[in-house]
């Protein structure tokens, strides 16, 4: 069975400042891993993914996440943060042959000004 | 060009009523699901059709009745409302399964007084 583990269920960050949300996995097989984002009173949005391939993904407004196989995580990070990344930020996973993703509960992020 | 489209978007009902949410999608995809997000935020699969066949049933109260007319359309039957069904319902479609993510619609906040 596989599940997703969000240890940090708030993270206030200030604006311009670095961030990273954690996300770590379980999965006896190799695994498909997503980062969702959820802003206030919207449906989620794929923010990026790792399918295969290198290791470090992107998304085009400047978030990325690193697959790492031996620590089962795959964090997000942002190197400076913006009011607009005020929003609730959820990691999935899956695995090739399965028919769904597996959230994880979720970590809102709030930006200081 | 709404690609996964849910209606009603609100809907304020009373206890012990029937009521149905609608979920298109235009993407062509062959999978859709739907996923309950409670209070806390916490996204939980309940059913997932593939070509209009049934593959995931999760344990969710014989009151939610999935329906899928073709492929394209997932629609979610709840009969007896009970002020626990008060959540978010999204609507969701992928192709290849789980493989690629999925791609969301934009909720129905079911609220149940």
């Known amino acids: 069975a596989q599940s997703v583990t969000q240890l940090d269920s708030q993270v206030p960050v200030f604006e311009e400042a670095p961030v990273e949300l954690r996300c770590n996995y379980s999965?006896?097989?190799?695994?498909?891993l997503f980062w969702y984002v959820q802003y206030p009173n919207q449906g989620l949005q794929l923010l990026l993914k790792?399918?295969?391939?290198?290791?470090l993904v992107k998304s085009i407004n400047g978030f990325e996440a690193e697959f790492n196989k031996s620590q089962t995580s795959f964090h997000l990070r942002k190197p400076s943060v913006h009011i607009s990344d005020t929003a609730e930020y959820f990691c999935?996973?899956?695995?090739?042959?399965?028919?769904?993703?597996?959230f994880g509960t979720g970590t809102r992020l709030t930006i200081i000004p | 060009d709404t690609a996964v489209s849910q209606t009603p978007k609100y809907l304020v009902t009373q206890m012990g009523n029937d009521k149905s949410i609608k979920c298109e999608q235009n993407?062509?995809?062959?999978?859709m699901y739907w996923y309950k997000q409670d209070s806390k935020k916490f996204l939980k699969i309940m059913f997932s059709?593939?070509?209009?066949?049934?593959?995931i049933n999760e344990t969710v109260p014989n009151r939610f009745s999935p329906k899928s007319p073709d492929k394209a359309h997932l629609n979610l039957h709840i009969n007896s409302l009970e002020l626990g069904d008060s959540a978010v319902y999204f609507c969701?479609?992928?192709?290849?399964?789980?493989?690629?993510?999925?791609?969301f619609g934009s909720g129905t906040r079911l609220t149940v007084v």
């Open positions: 969701a479609s992928s192709q290849d399964r789980s493989l690629y993510g999925y791609t």
């Open positions: 999965s006896s097989v190799s695994v498909y």
């Open positions: 790792y399918l295969s391939g290198s290791t």
């Open positions: 999935a996973v899956t695995y090739f042959g399965n028919e769904k993703l597996t």
């Open positions: 993407l062509g995809h062959d999978t």
């Open positions: 059709y593939n070509n209009k066949e049934l593959i």
